[in-house]
């Protein structure tokens, strides 16, 4: 399905008479004075999804050892200051939960609009984890209030904004509520995920609640309500419920990095950590992810994350270059908000763990199959039956996690935040870390925010040892 972007800003278009009011005839009627809710929703939906994909592939991947850099790779040696091609999230977080906030503030001034406010506080939610996961304590509470007044915002502890009264779970009870009793008349208009499903609306929010309850639950109880989600199976089930959209070949939402320059995109490799685990299960998935190497068309091979690429002399045509599903071929690609898969890989995990009823097992390989046929790649026959890949076979919360994680690629920062929450997969350590030899386990806080919100940023900084990158956030127990 191809979505085309449209003009972001609607124009009030009015017919201005001849007054005596000065300000009226010196008022342009082309300006952008206001903006319709679908504008926006269409907007924040798209620039997220794209911009997080782009992460996913830039930054995401190289804290998660997906790929590796050849060259330029301060922030794959773990300078994560050092941004490059990606590695700064915090402002496309931000801009969109405030360009967010505007829909959930027009849906609550006129009923015409009602119908958008469960959508934008899902999105709330999800947008506003991702920050936290990422970086531990953030701005919430007073994040995007500068109408109000507020242009340094505090920043809230991470357990208070899972956790709290007007925290990431109560705002997807308000979103359900919203969505549930809902009368009107107006439908959702766009939507790029769900073409104004609300019935898959209510499927997200619940997917969304599950992830979350697993994020935090090695220091809060969530099995109760994990069971309870589990048993009304309103969740995203199969591929057809997945919130996403599809990139196109061409421009204009093709996949960012098809149009990078092939030095550009070529300075992503594959990384030794993924190649060793696909060789190990035999995985098809290699060949779809990463192509053989240029010297060398039937082997594929990673290199070490991390290398000083001023002391190392090495020939790019010895490592696989990212497969044709990320340049040629992005018609295949999605934007991946929340899959089926993720979703039966949770609750395979929750099961495993007793938190829920559910057979491990049944939900693991049904979470492999799906992951499978996303990334439209036949699975052999005997994957999930002998090998490392069969259910109990190997530590089967690694199994889990593992298979997540190599199906969740270019899904922005996910595979490096399960690896911090779970510690698989077993990632290695890096070649020439500026790091001290440690794996970040979250992103500092941008410099920017020392300049524009100094009081709190240093309150902030202090309570991660000087905004160190191997600080561990609230849910993340060793």
């Known amino acids: ?47 997220y999804g794209e911009q997080m994909s782009f992460e996913g592939f830039v930054a995401g991947n190289l804290l998660g050892q997906h790929f590796a850099m050849v060259d330029f790779n301060l922030f794959d040696r773990h300078s994560l200051l050092e941004p490059q091609f990606g590695g700064n999230p915090w402002n496309l977080i931000y801009t969109n939960l405030r360009d967010n906030e505007i829909i959930i503030q027009k849906s609550r001034e006129s009923e015409a609009f009602a119908v958008y406010e469960g959508p934008a506080l899902i999105m709330k939610a999800y947008m506003a984890s991702a ?155 290699i060949g779809t992810f990463f192509r053989p190497t240029a010297n060398d068309p039937n082997q594929f091979a990673g290199l070490i994350n991390g290398i000083d690429a001023s002391q190392t002399s090495i020939s790019v045509g010895d490592f696989s270059f990212a497969g044709t599903v990320f340049r040629e071929n992005t018609g295949m690609l999605d934007a991946n908000y929340l899959t089926s898969f993720e979703t039966l890989f949770l609750l395979a995990e929750a099961a495993q763990k007793g938190y829920i009823s559910g057979d491990a097992k049944a939900l693991y390989d049904n979470a492999v199959r799906q992951a499978f046929a996303y990334w439209q790649t036949e699975m052999p026959a005997d994957y999930l039956t002998s090998g490392p890949a069969a259910f109990g076979n190997d530590d089967e919360l690694k199994q889990i996690i593992t298979q997540k994680w190599l199906a969740n690629i270019t899904n922005g920062y996910e595979g490096w935040i399960e690896f911090r929450r779970t510690g698989f997969p077993d990632l290695q350590p890096i070649s020439a870390s500026l790091n001290n030899g440690l794996l970040p386990v979250r992103m500092p806080y941008p410099i920017s925010e020392a300049a524009l919100n100094g009081a709190n940023f240093q309150e902030a900084a202090s309570l991660t040892d000087d905004n160190s990158p191997n600080q561990r956030v609230w849910w993340d127990v060793d």
């Not at 005839?25 to 004075?33: C, K, Q």
């Not at 790029?192 to 609306?201: E, H, K, Q, R, V």
């Open 1 to 47: 399905m191809q979505y085309r972007i449209y003009i972001l800003f609607a124009f009030l278009l009015s017919v201005v008479s001849c007054t005596e009011d000065f300000s009226e005839i010196n008022t342009n009627p082309n300006a952008p004075v206001d903006i319709q809710p679908e504008f926006l929703l269409r907007q924040v939906l798209f620039d």
């Open 131 to 285: 920050a936290t996961d990422i970086f531990g304590d953030v701005p919430f509470s007073q994040a995007v209030s500068g109408k109000d007044g507020i242009i340094a915002p505090s920043y809230d502890n991470q357990e208070e904004i899972y956790n709290g009264s007007e925290g990431l779970l109560a705002l997807l009870d308000e979103a359900i509520e919203s969505i549930e009793g809902y009368q009107g008349a107006a439908t959702l208009q766009g939507d790029i995920l769900f073409n104004g499903d609300l019935d898959a609306w209510l499927r997200f929010a619940n997917s969304l609640r599950i992830k979350l309850l697993m994020r935090i639950s090695d220091v809060v109880n969530t099995s109760a309500e994990l069971e309870q989600l589990f048993l009304e199976g309103n969740y995203i089930l199969i591929a057809d419920q997945n919130a996403t959209y599809d990139f196109t070949n061409d421009q204009p939402n093709n996949f960012r990095l098809s149009a990078a320059r092939v030095g550009d995109f070529n300075l992503f490799v594959m990384s030794e950590t993924i190649q060793e685990i696909l060789e190990e299960y035999q995985d098809p998935r």
